[in-house]
């Protein structure tokens, strides 16, 4: 049967949609009674509620005056508003020529679909490839497959399956990908020395509430043993809590082949207050070397699980709390006989711990930390000038909430500032934003009693406004270092996962905005489409166009979203090792290649 929006909204499964800023609440079906049980065993109890609610008003305290003006002038503040949170004045940029490169197979509904996540063709999330190049590349999906795709021959091999919910044969009966956006298999990367030593890590969604075994249920692939794999305890998180991100280390025995032989070992899991804003991305630095401070060491997003954005004083300040992981970037050492000399093991002893992590010294807090206060740091890259390494820098692309999309420059031990800071504005106890208070400090908040001074928050070098020049939702940006395309070296290129709109910026505007001032930023150029001959503004009509083309019965594509309305592109950018460049979207399931660039013509 198909079910509207507003039917799933009424049974707790309407996915949650990039800056909807709405709160998930699940009462109904079947595991709801098994799930409360969960929560109640889970749940960290708050040990007064007073400092918390002392820390989410920090911002108004110091400014009261100013916040009774606000209050008395409510029609000019909100006007002042609209026009601060619209899209910066974009200037015209490159037509960035685009081939079909990838036709995913179609593994989502082209009719039938009860849900947005059934409706997309093929939910493709990465492109990974190995160091240094090779034939074929490494393809996950949210749905559950990893796939590997051989350039020469076009031909598709299934590495492993994730999805065993239900009647699927996949290795995890509690995987969940039914709804919601930021679940299912949500990262996949490849060891720097993938090549000799057959080291990849996941990260994927699980509901502890389905009563099946934990762990993976191999059926479908023969070389892989199972027989030695432990879960591990799981990680608490402040607040009610329901679903885990569980982060994994695969070792293949033959990473030549097409064929996964080897063994899983679970890192860690970690306990989530919502459905969405889960384990992420995970990466590493490509300049690294054997013998280097960061060689193989991985840097891991963890959403915010949901809470920033609550009423639930016990969870919105979770992505402020250093004694909790949610709502940071980790940096960790995943493999247990690597820097022995220079980190120490994990609680669970799965993992290592850099000694230089930022707050490895500070007590109460996790030592994994790296930088904290995001929302959702969704997807990681090192911005690598090949002029100058002083210039490299970890960048993050951020889904916003109700007003601001970002691009950030990470810093060790920075706050960005969620749920308090929003692109470059305050935001209210109602998830809207205001303008900065004067004295622009936030409380290092260690957990819900204990804070350790104050500090500056770190604003991003691009925001963009959930309006017609913007979008819902930021995808994810790359510095290009390629060769094909040499009028975009030196340019940071970035897109909107909704619109499919698509912006660049010059590289070197991004290091002179990080510059401490939150009203700099880096000038956004705007990237128009060649496909097939003809010029587009955004991805949506080529993504719409295709998605039909391929059989779709669907109405709306993908769910909806505030700007883009009932229909989402849900595209993102890649590179390959040689860095050269592509454009993905799950919505028509295609993976296409950037062969050229040229000046927009007025």
């Not at 749940?43 to 509620?49: E, I, Q, Y």
């Not at 037509?95 to 409706?119: C, H, Q, R, W, Y």
């Not at 930088?371 to 100058?388: C, E, I, K, M, Q």
Request: charged letters at 20%.
């Amino acid at each position: 049967m198909r079910m509207s929006l507003r039917d799933l909204q009424r049974d707790g499964r309407a996915p949650m949609f990039c800056g909807a800023g709405r709160e998930y609440s699940e009462t109904r079906g079947p595991q709801a009674e098994r799930r409360r049980k969960l929560v109640a065993r889970a749940t960290v109890a708050p040990r007064g509620l007073a400092p918390v609610i002392v820390f989410l008003i920090q911002m108004h305290r110091k400014n009261a005056f100013r916040l009774s003006m606000t209050l008395v002038i409510a029609i000019s503040v909100w006007n002042l508003n609209a026009v601060a949170q619209s899209t910066p004045q974009t200037s015209p940029g490159l037509t960035v020529e685009l081939e079909d490169f990838i036709t995913m197979p179609v593994l989502g509904k082209l009719e039938g679909a009860t849900t947005p996540n059934e409706s997309a063709i093929a939910r493709v999330n990465g492109i990974r490839e190995e160091t240094g190049g090779s034939n074929r590349f490494f393809l996950p999906v949210v749905s559950g497959p990893i796939l590997i795709y051989d350039k020469k021959t076009k031909a598709f091999a299934t590495y492993l399956d994730f999805n065993g919910h239900g009647d699927n044969r996949g290795l995890f009966k509690k995987f969940f990908t039914i709804s919601g956006f930021g679940n299912g298999v949500n990262g996949f990367n490849l060891d720097p020395d993938y090549g000799r030593n057959g080291k990849f890590y996941t990260t994927h969604m699980e509901d502890p509430s389905i009563e099946a075994p934990g762990g993976p249920q191999n059926t479908m692939f023969q070389g892989l043993q199972v027989s030695g794999y432990t879960m591990t305890a799981p990680i608490m998180t402040p607040g009610p809590v329901m679903h885990q991100g569980v982060l994994i280390e695969w070792t293949d025995t033959n990473p030549s082949n097409n064929t996964f032989e080897g063994t899983a070992r679970e890192l860690f899991r970690v306990w989530l207050n919502t459905r969405n804003h889960q384990l992420g991305e995970m990466i590493f630095n490509p300049t690294a070397r054997p013998g280097d401070a960061d060689w193989r060491v991985m840097y891991l997003d963890v959403g915010d699980g949901g809470s920033g954005e609550s009423k639930n004083p016990q969870i919105r300040p979770n992505p402020q709390r250093l004694d909790t992981m949610v709502g940071k970037i980790l940096r960790i050492v995943p493999d247990l006989d690597e820097h022995t000399k220079t980190s120490t093991v994990s609680e669970n002893g799965r993992y290592r711990i850099p000694n230089d992590n930022p707050f490895v010294k500070t007590p109460g807090a996790r030592k994994e930390i790296w930088a904290y206060g995001l929302r959702n740091p969704h997807r990681l890259t090192f911005a690598v000038d090949p002029s100058n390494a002083a210039n490299n820098r970890l960048v993050a692309s951020i889904c916003g909430l109700n007003t601001w999309e970002m691009i950030s420059i990470i810093h060790k031990g920075a706050n960005y500032g969620f749920p308090l800071r929003e692109g470059n504005e305050a935001v209210r106890l109602d998830n809207t934003t205001m303008p900065l208070p004067a004295e622009d400090r936030l409380p290092v908040m260690v957990n819900d009693t204990a804070t350790a001074g104050t500090v500056a928050p770190t604003y991003p070098v691009i925001i963009w406004g959930h309006d017609e020049r913007g979008g819902d939702c930021a995808g994810s940006g790359y510095l290009y270092n390629g060769k094909s395309v040499p009028t975009l070296r030196g340019k940071f290129v970035y897109s909107d996962i909704t619109t499919g709109r698509i912006w660049y910026s010059e590289y070197k505007d991004m290091l002179a905005a990080d510059d401490g001032n939150p009203n700099t930023m880096a000038r956004m150029y705007e990237v128009k489409i060649l496909w097939n001959t003809n010029v587009y503004e955004t991805m949506l009509p080529i993504v719409r166009s295709t998605f039909l083309r391929r059989g779709s019965q669907a109405e709306n594509m993908n769910g909806r979203s505030k700007v883009s309305g009932s229909q989402r592109a849900d595209v993102r950018l890649a590179v390959d090792q040689a860095g050269e460049m592509y454009v993905y979207s799950k919505s028509d399931g295609m993976i296409r290649r950037v062969v050229g660039a040229t000046p927009t013509k007025p």
